[in-house]
């Protein structure tokens, strides 16, 4: 599965964004689609998760109540919507997906098979 996440950009504090991952052919049904992220000098860390079969959804507690993953009826693109962004959340986003990662696992990045190529993220101050 080859996935693409797009949607980053520039945005001033308090703003929005919305990233999208899709995958380049096929639905991402039967996966988990994860949402990381990695800020200069720093490592990957968990953002978000959806269970593609059924809906569970899981947030890192640093984004929880402002971010919010959610996917299209198709199967075929998950989004991250990002509200009320500061400048910590400046980073490269990674859209990844698993088929065996469960839900001990659904926040370690080395559970996930296949990555995007990243999407950056900058919020000003």
């Known amino acids: 599965v080859q996935l693409q996440a797009f949607g980053g950009g520039l945005v001033q504090a308090g703003g929005s964004l919305r990233l999208s991952c899709a995958p380049s052919?096929?639905?991402?049904?039967?996966?988990?689609v994860g949402w990381f992220r990695q800020a200069p000098g720093k490592e990957r860390e968990f953002v978000a998760a959806m269970k593609m079969n059924g809906d569970s959804t899981f947030y890192s507690t640093s984004v929880k109540g402002r971010f919010s993953i959610s996917r299209d009826n198709a199967k075929t693109t998950v989004y991250l919507q990002m509200n009320a962004l500061n400048p910590e959340d400046t980073a490269v986003y990674f859209c990844?997906?698993?088929?065996?990662?469960?839900?001990?696992?659904?926040?370690?990045?080395?559970?996930?098979?296949?990555w995007g190529q990243g999407t950056e993220v900058t919020v000003s101050s």
């Open positions: 990844s997906a698993g088929s065996r990662v469960i839900n001990t696992s659904v926040r370690v990045a080395a559970a996930y098979d296949y």
């Open positions: 052919g096929g639905t991402l049904r039967g996966y988990v």
